[in-house]
């Protein structure tokens, strides 16, 4: 498994870094749409969706996306702001109760709340193929890396309380403190590497990147629960060795959402 796992990043993680630094803004509109876009898929069969139904959901879902980019439309502010409600205010209290969402309107929506103020953070982030703006995408990508990593070693090495056994037994307080504790580290070498162009101070980065990293476990323990409503594992096996796109991403697609909506009602 292992072995599965390194040869699939070892193929993954050039492309992403290619397609992050050197596409087209049209073509890496389309990567971007093609990884949020499986991610959709994988969320739509979690949730029960199947045959004609799920394809034409699918169907819309992408021409909705060609509409924006050709006609474009951005992430407009009732979305930044129903973003930022849903992570900040909807998610923790979707965990807490637990609601379990089926084949549905309200899971096609929450399909498309998920998923597209990730896309249009991702094109927003980086709207043109320049360094500068891809190496501050990649520095949000990479906090939710580390935030992951950390996590998963310090709850390996501390963790004695659960975080929310019900929805992934694995998760302990003493992950996520030691999330907080690396995403912290973290953001003071990009901010000090110049990768980031927020015009905020290092302290302010600092106290922007605690919701962030809380924003990210959110996204994590969001999909886990939806697979655990499901009966699932992993979200799909087209990755090797990784499970979904959305097993990947699901975090990301949290933190690419809040960090968005906060850089464009803030003005930065």
């Known amino acids: 498994m292992l072995k599965t796992r390194v040869l699939t990043a070892l193929v993954l993680l050039p492309l ?31 949730v029960g969706m199947a045959g004609i139904g799920q394809w034409l959901y ?46 549905d309107w309200v899971a096609r929506l929450l399909g498309w709340l998920l998923m597209f103020p990730a896309w249009f953070a991702l094109l927003e982030w980086r709207p043109q193929p320049n360094v500068a703006q891809a190496q501050q995408l990649l520095a949000i990508m990479g906090l939710v890396w580390v935030a992951d990593i950390a996590a998963y070693f310090s709850g390996k090495a501390f ?19 030691g999330a907080l504790v690396a995403t912290a580290a ?29 924003v990210s476990i959110a996204g994590d323990l969001l999909e886990s ?7 699932l594992k992993d979200s ?12 990947r991403i699901d975090s990301l697609i949290a933190v690419l959402a809040v960090s968005n909506a906060l850089r464009a009602l803030s003005g930065l």
């Not at 930044?80 to 807490?96: G, K, N, Q, R």
């Not at 629960?225 to 009966?231: E, I, M, V, Y």
């Open 58 to 103: 699918l169907a819309i879902s992408t021409l909705l996306a060609a509409g924006a980019w050709f006609g474009r439309v951005t992430a407009i502010p009732w979305l930044h702001l129903l973003a930022l409600a849903f992570w900040l205010a909807v998610v923790p209290l979707w965990l807490s109760r637990r609601w379990v969402v089926r084949n």
């Open 236 to 247: 799909s096996q087209l990755l090797p060795g990784h499970g979904g796109v959305y097993d």
């Open 159 to 177: 963790g004695r309380r659960k975080l929310a056994p019900s929805i992934s037994p694995g998760k302990s307080w003493e992950g996520v403190y």
């Open 186 to 214: 973290y953001v003071f070498l990009v901010n000090e590497l110049g990768w980031l162009h927020l015009g905020l101070s290092p302290w302010s980065l600092l106290l922007l990147s605690l919701p962030l990293t809380a």
């Open 16 to 46: 992403m870094l290619a397609a992050l630094f050197f596409f087209s803004a049209p073509l890496w509109a389309a990567f971007s749409w093609l990884v949020v876009g499986l991610a959709l898929w994988e969320y739509s069969r979690m």
């Open 225 to 231: 629960w939806f697979k655990r409503a499901a009966g």
